[in-house]
């Protein structure tokens, strides 16, 4: 993509703490809320799904949960177990809009101190079955998957001027080589040997 077809709205400038890294780390959440604010990415993926939790007991919304789990894989914590570190972060629960940044008013003891939700509930994003979701006790977030490819792919032609001519999606970027009857060496990115 060329200068010109990014949306100028979007181009952060980058006036970071050059002295701390971790303020430069903690300040891309930020940053990602503001571009998430201009485009809307998670609250059109977060339409995508169909929350069947009881509205009295949920302390998370929908919309925060998906952008806490976005803006987590855009900073390089792709892991689910990751949040129940980053569950704790203040700067990040700010990013999400949580007006309890430091947690000290959540409902339930156990997860005082904790802003944020941590990897059992983000789970859910990922596990519900639109066939038990609103009987089962714990998985009663269901994501339209065919919505979100939807909206994925409506999301990138709109951020662009005009269609670009090719679009190269890199699925496995790694070419390691493997040996033998490895487990996994079918989805390997290099399959002539």
Do not use: W
């Amino acid at each position: 993509m060329t200068r010109r077809d990014r949306d100028p709205r979007l181009v952060v400038p980058k006036k970071t703490a050059e002295d701390d890294r971790n303020a430069r780390k903690d300040a891309g959440a930020v940053q990602l809320r503001e571009a998430d604010r201009v485009v809307g990415v998670t609250a059109k993926l977060a339409s995508c799904f169909t929350d069947f939790r009881a509205p009295a007991r949920v302390e998370h919304d929908l919309e925060t949960l998906v952008a806490q789990r976005v803006y987590g894989l855009a900073l390089g914590y792709e892991d689910l177990n990751d949040h129940d570190v980053l569950r704790d972060d203040s700067v990040r629960a700010l990013a999400l809009g949580k007006g309890d940044i430091t947690g000290a008013m959540r409902s339930r003891s156990r997860d005082l101190g904790h802003p944020l939700a941590g990897s059992s509930t983000l789970n859910r994003l990922e596990l519900g079955d639109g066939t038990t979701a609103a009987e089962h006790r714990y998985k009663r977030i269901v994501a339209d998957s065919a919505a979100i490819d939807a909206q994925m792919v409506a999301l990138f032609v709109a951020l662009h001027a005009t269609a670009p001519t090719e679009i190269v999606l890199d699925l496995d970027a790694t070419d390691d080589p493997v040996h033998g009857h490895q487990e996994g060496r079918f989805f390997h990115g290099y399959y002539g040997g």
